[in-house]
């Protein structure tokens, strides 16, 4: 067995994570379309290789950190297609339970097991190796996949089928979106009456409307005006889009989800993809006419 992993994405959450692999001793060979995210790996330790396809010659367990289902696609047929030395790729990217059956069937053709391992954390637990990791595909296979997941912090094992652990990291993100909405809307409300957002935050903090956007999202982001929690509004757009047209698919309606995505695509349309996901908190403020800032 190669000693060499495999990293295809080294963006802001495949750099981190890769650079916890490297820290660990492993060698790792990565590749990303961007040559900057290149550099950077190089610069932590990594090895650059190509593309996908010669990332697969070179390791036995590829990870991917990507953007779409689209590209989680592609690049799961180009290491289908490489040949090489890789025996199981594992998906830490948040992109559904669609795309990751299909991939599991292409890579399985030629023997190279797949695993779906989205995560949840944000840069700070993909720094830090305190991800929660949900993890679905082969449990014969699973055991050296998870002694490589410790590096990323907790595993949660789903179930043998592909796609599994993908389905339970879209409602987990489905409901993080929705917190920081209904959150939003909260928050403008009472700041708008005249309240402290400090006094606020703190009452719902220890009340029973506590959530991860009041314990997390606002004081760290939306008080200081910083909008640098570190996840793009195109990526929770992304993952809640999936999430309705997966529940959809599967005969589940998500009539709150719904409005929670009809936010998403109007802070998306204003803010950008690339801007941070608490900017949705700036939609509310500017049809009220307030600001919640320290
Ligand atoms: P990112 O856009 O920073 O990183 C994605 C990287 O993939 C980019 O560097 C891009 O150049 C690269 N890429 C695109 N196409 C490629 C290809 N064909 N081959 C090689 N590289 C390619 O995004 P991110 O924030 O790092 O998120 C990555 C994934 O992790 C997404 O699916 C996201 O939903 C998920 N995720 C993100 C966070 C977060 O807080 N940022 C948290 C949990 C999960």
């Given at each position: 067995?190669?000693?060499?992993?495999?990293?295809?994405?080294?963006?802001?959450?495949?750099?981190?994570?890769?650079?916890?692999?490297?820290?660990?001793?492993?060698?790792?060979?990565?590749?990303?379309?961007?040559?900057?995210?290149?550099?950077?790996?190089?610069?932590?330790?990594?090895?650059?290789?190509?593309?996908?396809?010669?990332?697969?010659?070179?390791?036995?367990?590829?990870?991917?950190?990507?953007?779409?289902?689209?590209?989680?696609?592609?690049?799961?047929?180009?290491?289908?297609?490489?040949?090489?030395?890789?025996?199981?790729?594992?998906?830490?990217?948040?992109?559904?339970?669609?795309?990751?059956?299909?991939?599991?069937?292409?890579?399985?053709?030629?023997?190279?097991?797949?695993?779906?391992?989205?995560?949840?954390?944000?840069?700070?637990?993909?720094?830090?190796?305190?991800?929660?990791?949900?993890?679905?595909?082969?449990?014969?296979?699973?055991?050296?996949?998870?002694?490589?997941?410790?590096?990323?912090?907790?595993?949660?094992?789903?179930?043998?089928?592909?796609?599994?652990?993908?389905?339970?990291?879209?409602?987990?993100?489905?409901?993080?979106?929705?917190?920081?909405?209904?959150s939003?809307?909260?928050m403008?409300?009472?700041v708008?009456?005249?309240?402290d957002p400090h006094v606020l935050l703190d009452?719902?903090?220890?009340?029973?409307?506590?959530?991860?956007a009041t314990?997390d999202k606002f004081p760290r982001s939306v008080l200081p005006g910083t909008f640098?929690f570190?996840?793009?509004?195109?990526?929770?757009?992304?993952?809640?889009?999936?999430?309705?047209?997966?529940?959809?698919?599967?005969?589940?309606?998500?009539?709150?989800?719904?409005?929670?995505?009809?936010?998403?695509?109007?802070?998306?349309?204003?803010?950008?993809?690339?801007?941070?996901?608490t900017?949705?908190v700036?939609?509310?403020?500017?049809?009220?006419?307030?600001e919640v800032r320290g």
């Amino acid at each position: 067995m190669s000693d060499t992993l495999g990293f295809v994405g080294l963006g802001r959450m495949g750099a981190l994570m890769s650079k916890r692999l490297l820290d660990a001793g492993h060698r790792v060979v990565g590749c990303d379309v961007t040559p900057e995210a290149v550099a950077a790996f190089e610069a932590n330790g990594g090895t650059a290789a190509a593309d996908a396809a010669a990332v697969a010659r070179q390791a036995d367990v590829v990870f991917l950190s990507l953007p779409s289902p689209p590209i989680v696609g592609e690049v799961a047929a180009a290491i289908a297609g490489a040949g090489g030395t890789v025996r199981s790729v594992v998906d830490v990217s948040t992109t559904g339970p669609s795309v990751a059956k299909r991939a599991a069937a292409a890579l399985g053709e030629q023997g190279i097991h797949w695993f779906d391992c989205p995560v949840s954390g944000g840069l700070k637990g993909a720094r830090e190796g305190t991800l929660a990791c949900m993890v679905s595909g082969p449990k014969a296979d699973y055991e050296r996949i998870d002694e490589l997941l410790a590096c990323f912090g907790k595993r949660f094992y789903v179930g043998d089928g592909a796609g599994l652990a993908q389905v339970a990291k879209l409602a987990n993100n489905m409901l993080a979106a929705a917190a920081m909405v209904v959150s939003s809307e909260a928050m403008v409300m009472g700041v708008k009456a005249g309240i402290d957002p400090h006094v606020l935050l703190d009452i719902f903090n220890a009340s029973t409307g506590r959530n991860s956007a009041t314990e997390d999202k606002f004081p760290r982001s939306v008080l200081p005006g910083t909008f640098d929690f570190g996840f793009h509004t195109g990526l929770s757009y992304k993952d809640v889009r999936l999430c309705i047209d997966e529940a959809e698919a599967m005969g589940v309606p998500m009539i709150a989800g719904a409005v929670v995505r009809q936010i998403l695509a109007a802070t998306n349309a204003k803010y950008g993809p690339t801007s941070d996901f608490t900017s949705i908190v700036k939609i509310t403020e500017d049809w009220a006419g307030v600001e919640v800032r320290g």
